[in-house]
């Protein structure tokens, strides 16, 4: 959506003319999809380009998350051109190149760096590896665009953070509960034009499913730095982004093992509470404990309270109502509204970051954001008391 048909959309909803009936029958379980697997969940969006073919050509290296493929699904919808791939495991090897059919192969990631046509290189490498895989990037002159969680280490951060200011380059972070998802795309529009004034307090839930056939790497904390430090991590960019707050004290924060004796490594629960540096909160919970029978692969949730009114968004169902994504709900001065977004926002980070890439600006994300993001998530993680 354009800006200016999203600024009316906005006003229009704001006075509440935009009212739409919710269905509360109930619907049998769906069969299971990709919106099964979160691991694997890829949004695809309307092409909108904002270059011309050729004009923005970037790669992919690394594809131990399935996140890659979201990641390049937003980069070309807004006109990048995928030119190469490097990934050392034949079967994602394969698999990729069935998804981007014509991409080049690379038999090292220096092949890539070397090419000179190359403007962005995006990663969903092990997590512990991404921040070093950064830093080459970046001192090769490349713009980078890694999965979430960016670091699994401090240290990893700041070496992150020289290497960004010696180059002049991104690193962009694909924090996909808000960037690639149309309501809290949405609720950023309408908290940034003060639909319910002043945000206070931002609770997120970001429950998720195991599932099976999980790598190895899943289950070992070093790799993946912890479930706060992971999955968390959504959910720091988030609070920042809707309240305004630049930084965060991390009040309170805890992880457990409760039900997966075998992994001694995996945090299956985590929680945290924050106050930011403008006086608003934050309480976060996350955990791998979606049941089987939920049709997704995990009942996100967002409520944002404001002086004004409050917002809670149901991104990808609405249980036992519809299974139908980007639920927005909105209680302000003027009354209960309840909007369904899904189709009409569309995801426009992406084409934002290639321009910032060519312009040099920061429209999509500043720099300090992705930052403080990464950092709270690092500092929650090890904050954690082991509870359980």
């Not at 309240?243 to 995996?266: C, E, K, S």
Request: aromatic share 10%; charged share 25%; with cysteine.
């Amino acid at each position: 959506m354009s800006d200016q048909p999203r600024r009316h959309f906005l006003k229009t909803l704001a006075v509440g003319a935009a009212t739409v009936a919710v269905s509360a029958s109930a619907q049998t379980p769906a069969p299971m999809t990709q919106k099964a697997d979160g691991m694997n969940y890829a949004p695809k969006g309307k092409p909108n380009p904002v270059v011309k073919p050729g004009e923005f050509v970037f790669a992919a290296a690394h594809l131990d998350h399935g996140h890659i493929n979201g990641q390049c699904n937003g980069l070309i919808e807004a006109g990048g051109t995928l030119k190469w791939v490097h990934e050392p495991d034949p079967k994602k090897l394969e698999a990729f190149l069935k998804a981007y059919p014509g991409t080049q192969v690379a038999a090292s990631l220096d092949e890539i760096l070397a090419d000179p046509e190359v403007k962005l290189v995006a990663t969903a490498a092990i997590p512990k590896f991404r921040g070093p895989i950064g830093c080459k990037v970046m001192q090769a002159g490349k713009d980078y665009f890694t999965d979430k969680p960016p670091f699994t280490t401090l240290a990893q951060l700041d070496e992150a953070k020289k290497v960004a200011a010696a180059t002049g380059k991104k690193f962009m972070v694909y924090y996909s509960e808000r960037l690639h998802v149309e309501s809290a795309m949405f609720a950023t529009d309408l908290v940034q034009q003060g639909a319910i004034g002043r945000v206070l307090q931002v609770i997120g839930l970001g429950p998720h499913r195991e599932g099976t056939g999980r790598p190895d790497w899943f289950y070992d904390r070093e790799s993946y730095g912890g479930i706060l430090c992971d999955i968390g991590s959504h959910q720091f960019e988030q609070f920042l982004t809707y309240t305004g707050a630049t930084d965060a004290t991390i009040q309170h924060a805890a992880v457990a093992n409760y039900a997966h004796p075998d992994q001694p490594g995996l945090d299956d629960f985590g929680e945290a509470n924050l106050l930011g540096n403008n006086g608003a909160t934050n309480y976060v919970r996350v955990d791998w404990f979606t049941p089987k029978g939920l049709s997704t692969w995990g009942d996100g949730r967002t409520i944002i309270l404001g002086e004004k009114g409050y917002i809670e968004l149901r991104k990808y169902v609405d249980v036992g109502r519809d299974r139908k994504g980007d639920n927005v709900y909105i209680v302000d001065q003027e009354g209960e509204r309840y909007i369904n977004v899904d189709g009409q926002v569309g995801f426009r980070f992406f084409g934002e970051l290639i321009l910032d890439c060519i312009n040099r600006t920061e429209k999509a994300m500043t720099q300090a954001h992705a930052f403080k993001a990464a950092e709270l998530c690092l500092k929650a993680q090890a904050a954690a008391k082991k509870i359980g």
